[in-house]
T-cell receptor, first 111, second 113 residues
Framework: QQQVKQSPQSLIVQKGGISIINCAYE??????FPWYQQFPGKGPALLIA???DVSEKKEGRFTISFNKSAKQFSLHIMDSQPGDSATYFC??????????WGAGTKLIIKP | DAEITQSPRHKITETGRQVTLACHQT?????MFWYRQDLGHGLRLIHY???????NKGEVSDGYSVSRSNTEDLPLTLESAASSQTSVYFC????????????FGPGTRLTVL
């Protein structure tokens, strides 16, 4: 029940295309869903986050879509750029500051 | 600017040796976390602390210990290093509210031979 399942494991997208990464969870007590971005040799950094009272949150080219009934959430990167090439992690938490992490998606944007 | 630093950045040690990885943050955050990152597993929580003198076990705490004597530092000790502990270790800190961003250090790559 504590798991967050992330897919795909890796993703190749052409420059200008839409990158989509999906996550699913079981624990309905989760109430905070962040996405982190990690570049090689660096620590993860918060990209965007959502709470379950909204179905979508957009920040620039990055959008989180949240489906509470399906217990799924996804990250959409519009107009993907080579600089977006990184590993992306979804996570979830509930009221205890701890994050439960997905396994990560390695995204490559081809020029 | 506030930051979180880790040292060393790279460490090679031998099986059975005690190793301590340092983590120092200048955010004045009460919450601090240690993770290990391995391919296919994402980030797994080792230990965490909600304040001075407070420490808690995470998902993969066996063979690791932490102590919190001040707000800024949470050192991670491998009591007797094992090859299975070869990994990249990340320290993170966050503010007092649930959902506050976790800020990560640059990581320590540890190799146990």
């Amino acid at each position: 029940q504590q798991q967050v399942k992330q897919s795909p494991q890796s993703l190749i997208v052409q420059k200008g295309g839409i990158s989509i990464i999906n996550c699913a969870y079981e624990n309905t007590a989760f109430d905070y869903f962040p996405w982190y971005q990690q570049f090689p040799g660096k620590g993860p950094a918060l990209l965007i986050a959502i709470r379950p009272d909204v179905s979508e949150k957009k920040e620039g080219r990055f959008t989180i879509s949240f489906n509470k009934s399906a217990k799924q959430f996804s990250l959409h990167i519009m107009d993907s750029q080579p600089g977006d090439s990184a590993t992306y992690f979804c996570a979830a938490s509930y009221s205890n500051y701890q994050l439960i992490w997905g396994a990560g998606t390695k995204l490559i944007i081809k020029p | 600017d506030a930051e979180i630093t880790q040292s060393p950045r790279h460490k090679i040690t031998e099986t059975g040796r005690q190793v301590t990885l340092a983590c120092h943050q200048t955010w004045n955050h009460n919450n601090m976390f240690w993770y290990r990152q391995d391919l296919g597993h994402g980030l797994r929580l080792i230990h965490y602390s909600y304040g001075v003198q407070d420490t808690n076990k995470g998902e993969v705490s066996d063979g690791y210990s932490v102590s919190r004597s001040n707000t800024e530092d949470l050192p991670l000790t491998l009591e007797s290093a094992a090859s299975s502990q070869t990994s990249v270790y990340f320290c993170a800190s966050s503010g007092p509210r649930e959902g506050d961003t976790q800020y990560f250090g640059p990581g320590t790559r540890l190799t146990v031979l």
